[in-house]
């Protein structure tokens, strides 16, 4: 078991890394190829920051583990609003500007009701994974339309100039970045099976709490920086975006490559805390438009209650 431990630390530092070269070196290729910051923060930082998930997931489904596929595509929607936007609250109170936060939520709910009910019978067919992975294609579509409108009425000029002669430098970092993520997702998924198996647990277990922490540590770095730069509500969108491309794109992706077969923990304990975590956050922002420190505290509340909860409450399956 200290071997897997040892492989899941390396495998989470690899994630890490790698998963911050994928945001920088994302930023720098959209700014060398003059597209304007708006595409570059709303499409291609939410991409970047939920590649270790992706790359986990599909990973995990190209081994047959359908326990830590579908677990850490869940289970980062969870870690991201309990533990992301509850530390973000902490250090400042988030702004939500309501009518985009409410068509970006209404992308995330449904994403997770397709999830629950094409799996409901504890299982999820390729046909079901493709109606997901089109979904997310949809999704992106609409949010490139929406930013590339949004860029014309705000009259936002594309960035360019000597920012293009960064290019290669920039592919060259986001090449490096995605060797370590794949590397690392390997170390996680291995370790991830061998300490379930150490511990006697479902690998759905593993991929809910572990494996999920480890791979939405992009979106926590992404998350606290905003907030230090005094635009906390960059990263509650990003967060809402990434949990769209966890439910549609990832679980999507994991059940094309192989169709997935669900545990009983996973249905009786990870989808129901995954409804009220998206209750929770609706809740707040359409009540108050503002995440405030002390719903920042309730969330990391919760969290710490759900994480208690999976090393506690026996597996149903």
Do not use: H
Request: charged residues 10%; proline residues 3%; aromatic residues 8%.
């Amino acid at each position: 078991m200290l071997y897997d431990i040892l492989l899941i630390t390396i495998g989470f530092a690899l994630v890490a890394k790698g998963g911050d070269l994928f945001v920088d070196s994302s930023v720098n290729i959209g700014r060398a190829l003059r597209i304007p910051r708006f595409v570059i923060g709303g499409t291609l930082v939410s991409l970047a920051t939920t590649g270790p998930e992706l790359v986990v997931s599909a990973t995990a489904a190209t081994m047959g583990d359908s326990g830590i596929a579908l677990g850490n595509a869940v289970g980062s929607c969870i870690c991201n609003i309990g533990l992301i936007v509850g530390t973000v609250a902490l250090i400042m109170p988030v702004q939500v500007d309501r009518p985009d936060f409410v068509r970006r939520a209404c992308w995330m709910v449904g994403g997770g009701l397709l999830v629950v009910g094409f799996s409901w019978d504890l299982s999820m067919d390729r046909m079901y994974g493709g109606v997901l992975l089109g979904l997310a294609v949809g999704y992106l579509g609409w949010d490139l339309l929406g930013i590339l409108r949004s860029r014309r009425e705000s009259g936002e000029e594309a960035e360019g100039g000597d920012a293009a002669s960064g290019l290669a430098k920039a592919v060259g970092w986001f090449a490096v970045g995605g060797a370590c993520v794949l590397a690392g997702s390997y170390l996680l998924v291995e370790s991830g099976q061998g300490l379930a198996r150490a511990l006697g647990v479902p690998s759905s277990i593993i991929g809910f709490s572990v494996i999920a922490i480890g791979t939405s540590l992009p979106e926590l770095v992404t998350g606290v920086t905003a907030a230090r730069k005094g635009v906390p509500d960059l990263s509650l969108g990003n967060i809402i975006g990434a949990n769209v491309l966890n439910l549609l794109l990832i679980v999507g992706l994991s059940g094309t490559i192989q169709p997935l077969v669900l545990d009983r923990f996973s249905q009786w304990y990870g989808f129901p805390w995954l409804g009220i975590f998206f209750l929770t956050i609706v809740g707040v922002v359409l009540k108050n438009g503002v995440v405030r420190r002390a719903a920042g505290i309730g969330l990391l509340m919760l969290y710490a209650l759900y994480t208690i909860g999976l090393v506690s409450v026996p597996a149903l399956g």
